[in-house]
């Protein structure tokens, strides 16, 4: 399977890596098949755009990674005490900074389990600077890694996510913090793996989000509970199809590899794998403009969201509605079809009534002098 997989991403392509962020997209579309695919495959989705001719707007810029990167210095200074500090823990007595360097992903992930291991044994606070957690999706690992992992002395984990986004009296941006959420709740995930192996271990369903004070760089916490974004999450990663199945369905010689292929090859390889587009995509994956597209020139119905493709029941294409509002097709006991025919009636008078009024009325709605008004008046008290 990881040949496979190394075929379609392209044989002197390094995988990308899936964090968390990506994971989190993932389980809120879990039928898209295509972003499944590319993500299991490290398939660096922001070039292939750049390839297919639809560059993503979708990512951080350079500023704010370089202003996140010195926020988060900042608050893990002086080993932490700040952090720890808005856990509740002024001046602990003694704070384990355990060294998680090791070779390779999976090395550093069981390097971060035995620490965590070796600090719920100890009973005493400890602080581990971007651990390495795994977990398996679809079936092929993904390795992610936190800003940061916080062990109580009753053995309670604690994942602290650090944020450049301000938080103004005492409140942020609902979006954001809604993301931040999403993507601690996958963190989360992984650390139940490896606490339900650890005597004394429990993972907290609250997590810290640490954000700059109100205009200042001062760091300030909040406790956001994830348990609603846990339980989601676990359902649609558990949803979605294995990669085995997603990379058998795709033709032999298909790859992905913008270095060796051409536009047209690349379109046609990304055509191969079915994708589930909605609006939602835009701000969480690089290839929604070319979904986008795509589905716009079929005219499926999911191009304009969720909920409304939720109310047309089989009707899947616009031509389809459009056919059912006028009376040309689809069953009357359909109520998603008597809906829209009752809607496009209602329609049809409001602009004749609009017609005719605009008729009656002269330049600037001043009504209309003469003998054909009169008619007009006329007709309309007969």
Known sequence: ?????AELRGPAA??????ARALAALAANPGCRRRALLDGAGVDKAALASALGSPSGYGQSQFAFMRGNAFEAKVKADGGAELLRLLGADAPDE????DLAAAGPEGRAARTALALREATAAGRWALLDHPMLALEVAGSPAYLEPDAVV????????VV???SFPMIDGSADAAKVGAAARQAAVYVLALERVAAVTDGAEVGHTVLLVCPKDFSNQPTGSLVDVRKQLAVT????ARLTRLEDIAAAVPK?????????SAEQLTAAVEAVPHAYAPECLAACELAFHCRDRARDAG???????????ELGGLTTVGEVLAAARGEAGDPDDPAVAALRRAAALRAEAVAEAAQAAGADGPHGVPAQGPAADARTGAGAA
């Open 161 to 163: 996510e650090i944020k």
């Open 14 to 19: 390094a995988p990308h890596p899936l964090d």
């Open 1 to 5: 399977m990881r040949r496979r997989l």
């Open 95 to 98: 704070v384990d900074t355990p």
């Open 253 to 261: 010689g298909v790859t992905f590899d913008v270095t060796a292929c």
């Open 151 to 158: 062990v109580r002395p009753d053995g309670g984990w604690t």
């Open 234 to 237: 676990r359902r649609q990663l």
């Open 300 to 310: 499926a119905v999911e191009a304009l969201g969720r909920s409304v493709r939720g």
